[in-house]
């Protein structure tokens, strides 16, 4: 689709996709790469650099491969990018402040994030497209097992349409 140019929106940044409305379901995560929507699917934090050179995060994806937590419906903990033991092979360590977790810091406290969240309904997986999200604050605790993370609090943009989530939502 590259080769073809049918992909769009791949410089968008922080703002929503025309076209891409709160609440549209992606069976795969290719599907969002094409319309603009999260670049690398195999990353949770995309990213882009502004125009001094900044890194900063445009969108994210909680595919429950980290523990975040979702307190009610418009607010998440999101705890990203790198040690965890069940994701990398390289084994568990400290988070640091660099690469995706630096693009998210540096969206604090007012650039938006979009947030794509992975959910299985049924026999079936699909990410959801929950819309824009700000970062009210952030913060390197020690986690579980006893190496630092990173957990940023992100607040849903409330003048965005209603969220409408799947009544049987099982994440994996």
Partial sequence: MRTFRKWVNR????????????????????????????????KG?????????????????????YKNKRIYADLLIYTREGGNLDVSKQGEKDQEAKDENLALMNCFPSTPVRVIRYYEIGRESWYIYEGLYTIADYKQQKGGRGFHEFKFLM????????????????PR
Wanted: hydrophobic fraction near 35%.
């Fill in 11 to 42: 410089d968008k940044g922080f703002e929503n996709i025309p076209g891409v409305n709160v609440g549209d379901k992606f069976r795969h995560g290719a599907k969002m790469r094409v319309v603009g929507l999260h670049g690398d699917y195999n």
């Fill in 45 to 65: 934090i995309d990213w882009l650099k502004d125009t001094k050179g900044n890194i900063i995060a445009k969108s994210i994806i909680d595919s429950h491969r």
């Fill in 155 to 170: 607040i849903r943009i409330p003048s965005q349409p209603k969220l409408k989530l799947p009544k049987v939502v099982m």
